[in-house]
């Protein structure tokens, strides 16, 4: 009686606990630092241990006979590729690292529970009652009745920026109207999808993200063109009709014209993105066929970018516009970057296999659809919510996928379960393991943002063998050390950084050290690369003319502050008027000394 009780249990906890998983994208932890972000971290963790050890006992009680699919193949060898590549090529550890990690026993998980065909028609609902909740959450924000989660905009959701989380929403949407179109459905999940539907179409307008509204476009155009494949059949001989071709070249007219509108609304976002995949290209010719390495892409793309703005290649746009970006904006251009053509060809077949059901059962393909154009202009790989939503809209459509002609052996299947475990065990405890450090660094960011880096020092000195794999506790505690005049400590923190990231002000702060430790070439060089790097800034310039004018190189300093006056300014400001107030006095002494 009590293990036929335990049958029954268990299936449900797994089930439950996959929907667990999924709603990782609401968590919020305030005591964290970064709370939209961080906290989901520690709760995925732990409903992971509690899915695979709940999976692990319903496989072992239902003794099922699991399908070996086309796409599990090509997953197997993308995974296995990223692992050799991260080891050879980056190795260092990385929160994103242990989080890809626990992707692994996820897709296994999900895969494993869309070969039952009664949780498979459930899958699709859980994720649109995250979506349905995500888009309740947008309202209440637009209307003020919550608050959002980054000072510039209005709508968030429980994410950080709203570009993410409309390509939450986006991705639903197909999904929503395969729904309410597929008769199959009880009223209840066509009411589901109505919902989503008009959450969906009150809050995207109002997250103002472009690559959304065109994911969502050409998700629901896939449903569309199902649907009536499945209710007209083949289009050869409706296209023989001449109102069904002026039809369709109007839409591809009306689509061109629209494109053309979302590019002119943002034209700066749209160019830089531009200038990044441009910049993106020449590492790719540098590194053509393994990548930089995993993860690498933001410590890479800096050198790059400076690198093509002194070829003289670029225009004065491009200067504008250029920036320092953690991602490239485009899935694919990173996958390239980071994991080489090789990455990018296993991606391809990864995701290619999928479609083959795109015209039978299951809207999912449609939804991975919309996600992948999301992905051609976004970053969904770094926000966890979606990385967690991109495992499931693959792995619903995997199990429709062609069958491999192998069978997996029981002792191959036992194998599977161990590893599975065994990678959640291990990166559950690095990512557990490192909460406790998380919440101590956040009740510090209140003295580090008053100033008081000197009183800091031993506090972040304590935490660093727990936080030493994020750069933005590097970079502050860097600072902490150069307020205590521990110069040569600071920038070999500041040089751990620089593996995980290249921003300009890490540069300048370097600089400053070599400065105090009279080490004036050392200082003039790191300026310099600052300048390069992001050559709209004006702060790196201000700082090489205070150096070049307190080292007595009176010439130099005069040609930087007229270099300095004359540069255009991308955002005006205050300490961008007080920095060439400083300038136009260095050059009129300059110049005063010079009249005899």
Not at 125 to 133: E, R, T
Request: charged share 15%.
């Amino acid at each position: 009686m009590i293990l036929i009780r335990l049958q029954k249990l268990f299936p449900l906890i797994f089930v439950v606990s996959l929907g667990m998983v999924l709603f990782t994208v609401v968590i919020i932890c305030p005591s964290l630092w970064r709370e939209t972000i961080t906290g989901k971290y520690f709760w995925l963790a732990v409903v992971m241990g509690i899915t695979v050890v709940s999976g692990t006992v319903t496989f072992f009680y239902t003794f099922p006979k699991p399908k070996l699919r086309n796409t599990d193949v090509w997953v197997f060898l993308f995974v296995i590729y990223i692992v050799l590549n991260f080891l050879l090529l980056n190795g260092r550890p990385v929160m994103h690292w242990w989080l890809f990690l626990l992707m692994i026993p996820l897709y296994v998980m999900v895969r494993f529970a869309a070969e039952n065909k009664m949780i498979r028609r459930y899958l699709p609902d859980m994720i649109l009652l995250a979506v349905l909740v995500e888009a309740v959450w947008g309202l209440l924000q637009l209307y003020g009745l919550l608050p959002a989660y980054h000072h510039l905009y209005s709508v968030t959701g429980s994410l950080f920026n709203p570009g993410p989380y409309s390509g939450f929403i986006a991705a639903g949407v197909p999904l929503a109207l395969g729904h309410i179109l597929d008769k199959n459905r009880r009223k209840w999940e066509r009411w589901l999808g109505v919902m989503v539907l008009a959450g969906a179409a009150l809050v995207l307008p109002a997250a103002m993200s472009r690559a959304a509204w065109i994911a969502a476009l050409a998700g629901c155009m896939a449903v569309i063109w199902k649907y009536a494949r499945y209710r007209f059949g083949k289009w050869r001989g409706l296209w023989q009709r001449k109102k069904v071709r002026i039809t369709i070249v109007a839409c591809c007219i009306l689509v061109a014209g629209l494109l053309s509108g979302l590019y002119l609304m943002k034209k700066d976002s749209a160019d830089g993105r531009r200038l990044i995949w441009r910049v993106s290209g020449s590492i790719i010719r540098e590194h053509p066929v393994f990548g930089v390495g995993y993860g690498r892409f933001p410590a890479v793309y800096g050198d790059a970018q400076a690198g093509y703005f002194l070829s003289g290649e670029r225009t004065e746009g491009e200067v504008m516009v250029a920036d320092n970006p953690g991602y490239a904006f485009n899935e694919y251009v990173q996958t390239g970057v980071e994991l080489g053509l090789a990455g990018l060809i296993l991606f391809a077949g990864m995701v290619i296999s999928c479609f083959r059901p795109v015209t039978q059962k299951g809207n999912g393909s449609c939804a991975l659809l919309a996600f992948l154009v999301f992905a051609a202009f976004s970053y969904p790989f770094s926000v966890l919510p979606l990385s967690i939503l991109f495992v499931f809209l693959l792995a619903i459509p995997a199990s429709s996928s062609k069958e491999m002609p192998l069978t997996i052996p029981r002792w191959g299947q036992v194998a599977g379960i161990i590893v599975c475990l065994g990678i959640t065990a291990y990166a559950s405890f690095h990512v557990l393991s490192r909460k406790k450090a998380y919440e101590e660094w956040s009740s510090l960011q209140l003295y580090y943002h008053t100033g008081q880096y000197h009183d800091l020092v031993y506090d972040y000195r304590d935490l660093y063998p727990l936080l030493s794999h994020q750069k933005q506790f590097l970079f502050e505690y860097g600072r902490c050390l150069s307020a205590a005049g521990m110069y040569e400590e600071g920038n070999r923190m500041f040089g751990q950084y620089l593996h995980y990231g290249n921003d300009p002000m890490v540069h300048n702060c370097m600089g400053n050290n070599y400065k105090s430790m009279k080490e004036f070439e050392k200082a003039e060089a790191a300026y310099r690369y600052a300048s390069q790097l992001i050559p709209n800034r004006h702060y790196p310039v201000f700082l090489l003319m205070k150096l070049y004018h307190e080292t007595g190189q009176d010439e130099k300093a005069a040609a930087t502050a007229g270099y300095l006056l004359d540069k255009p300014v991308k955002i005006h400001t205050k300490a961008i008027d007080e920095m060439k107030q400083e300038a136009l006095k260095i050059l009129e002494d300059h110049n005063n000394r010079m009249i005899p």
